[in-house]
């Protein structure tokens, strides 16, 4: 195999993998990134995924063909059926598809994951570097003129369910905080948007479109990596399937950014996890690590809202979402561990059945979670989507928190400051969910059947002190026990962040291009 003659070939072209690869080569490295999905130009993109509602592409029925990873199921807790897990495909990565939400993790989950060289004082720059923050670029914390345009709806705009959730939670108390992203705020507070002009800026937008001008940047869609290449310890490349073709690639570093469903995939494929799955899976054992285990997200609750027909948006291009409620749920517990957020519109209020005058949602995430799942092989075949277990709500910390969540949303939900917005019965659409409000296990049960998760997927390639058996790369992203190979992305978090995930991946893949040898 001769040296195809690249410094760095990252594979992944989303939110970490897209600023690490332009990063990397305006510095200099020739460097080969490679993406399963389509390539495709900014002006390319579907105009429905530019909405600032992705209702509007979700409906469409073309704009999501080969935006997403086909066949990739989840179940969300033992007692749910497997659903799909929507993982963005194509450059952009999830980038592309997601819900355009930039909020930063507070600075206490850097603090709490007592990573060398991940602190806050660490981070902070990057989020600033990345950053065009057009209310508050100018204060220390913040940046502008960076990639990244952050965006906050004016209140004069914002939806009826925004306004009623707003009214409801400062009348409770919750307070004001006008930029989430400041260190430390709580309450309640506009939701920081990756756009510009109404139009989502996705990674592929930001990074990668500029990046193409670079003569030592090489951009490859369609080529799914099957596994990385070892010469003894050390990665010296990726196999690559591509039009049915198997090639090979080669470089003196390979980096994984195919976040944190198909890093750990493609590790896995490559010998390196735990050993009796590998050996089941016919696949030799490189080394055995943890790999695809210590999966979390953040479980959602919710409250269906039955809109009057002044309250419903106007159409599918008015913004779904635009204020959220970080808080903590009492004494003792993590601060901000829970947050409200308003739904103008909800995917899943689409099939709700209501007056027709339009559906609404206030929810609940449980910001910071105790419950690990898991991701395992079915087959080696890199066309095979791995099994997704999430196993949400397993550990008996979390249930009691979420439960005191739910609770508080209803009693936001049935105040006077949301009643103006309200058509219909709040009890009858939400039957099932007051059946069993006032009993504890009956609500425990309820919400292990019922609850989804935040598309916020992470910590399947963990990140942490070599000693520590839940690790898999050391805080230099190196996998542990070979070199030339690290793995970049929200899989590497020690756990998933108090916030949307996405700025936090954009983030590492921003600190790692400095990073790398």
């Not at 913004?319 to 903590?328: L, Q």
Request: aromatic share 6%.
């Amino acid at each position: 195999m001769a040296n195809s003659g690249w410094d760095l070939i990252v594979v992944g072209a989303g939110s970490s993998g897209a600023a690490l690869a332009v990063r990397s080569a305006e510095q200099g490295k020739r460097v080969l990134l490679l993406e399963a999905g389509r390539d495709y130009r900014s002006a390319e993109m579907h105009e429905a995924w530019r909405s600032p509602n992705p209702i509007v592409a979700l409906l469409h029925p073309t704009a999501a063909e080969g935006m997403m990873w086909p066949g990739l199921d989840s179940t969300r807790t033992e007692k749910q059926q497997p659903a799909p897990y929507w993982r963005g495909r194509g450059v952009g990565g999830s980038s592309a598809i997601n819900g355009q939400i930039a909020i930063r993790p507070p600075m206490a989950d850097f603090t709490d994951w007592a990573v060398p060289g991940w602190a806050p004082e660490d981070v902070l720059p990057y989020f600033a570097k990345l950053e065009d923050d057009e209310d508050f670029g100018d204060e220390p914390h913040h940046g502008r003129g960076g990639p990244t345009p952050i965006h906050r709806t004016p209140r004069e705009d914002w939806g009826a369910v925004d306004a009623a959730l707003h009214r409801a939670a400062i009348a409770a108390g919750y307070g004001w905080a006008p930029d989430v992203n400041a260190p430390g705020a709580t309450g309640v507070s506009p939701y920081p948007i990756n756009s510009r002009g109404g139009r989502r800026v996705s990674v592929n937008d930001a990074y990668l479109e500029p990046g193409r001008a670079l003569a030592n940047l090489t951009i490859r869609g369609d080529a799914l990596v099957d596994r990385v290449l070892f010469e003894g310890s050390r990665a010296v490349g990726v196999s690559v399937v591509a039009a049915g073709t198997v090639t090979t690639e080669l470089a003196d570093t390979v980096v994984l950014s195919a976040g944190a469903i198909h890093s750990p995939a493609i590790l896995l494929r490559s010998g390196v996890g735990p050993a009796g799955q590998l050996r089941s899976l016919g696949v030799d054992v490189r080394a055995d690590l943890p790999v695809g285990r210590g999966l979390q997200d953040h479980p959602i609750g919710m409250i269906q809202l039955p809109l009057t027909e002044g309250a419903a948006i106007k159409t599918n291009d008015d913004r779904h979402t635009n204020v959220c409620v970080r808080f903590t749920s009492g004494p003792g517990a993590p601060e901000g561990d829970l947050m409200f957020v308003s739904m103008n519109q909800s995917v899943l209020a689409m099939a709700f059945a209501n007056t027709g005058a339009g559906a609404g949602a206030y929810g609940v995430w449980l910001n910071h979670n105790h419950s690990r799942g898991e991701l395992t092989l079915t087959s080696a075949d890199p066309n095979a989507q791995p099994l997704v277990h999430q196993r949400m709500l397993s550990d008996e910390r979390d249930l009691p928190r979420l439960r005191h969540g739910v609770r508080a949303l209803v009693e936001l939900a049935r105040g006077e400051d949301t009643a103006p917005i309200i058509g219909g019965s709040i009890e009858r659409e939400n039957a099932a969910l007051f059946a069993v409000l006032d009993n504890d296990s009956e609500l425990d049960d309820h919400l292990l059947a019922t609850v989804g998760d935040s598309q916020h997927g992470t910590s399947t390639c963990r990140m942490g002190d070599p000693g520590d058996a839940g690790t898999v790369v050391d805080p230099d992203c190196r996998v542990l026990g070979f070199d030339g190979l690290r793995v970049v992305d929200a899989s590497i978090f020690p756990s998933v962040p108090r916030a949307n995930t996405n700025l936090a991946a954009i983030m590492a893949g921003e600190l790692m291009a400095d990073r790398l040898d």
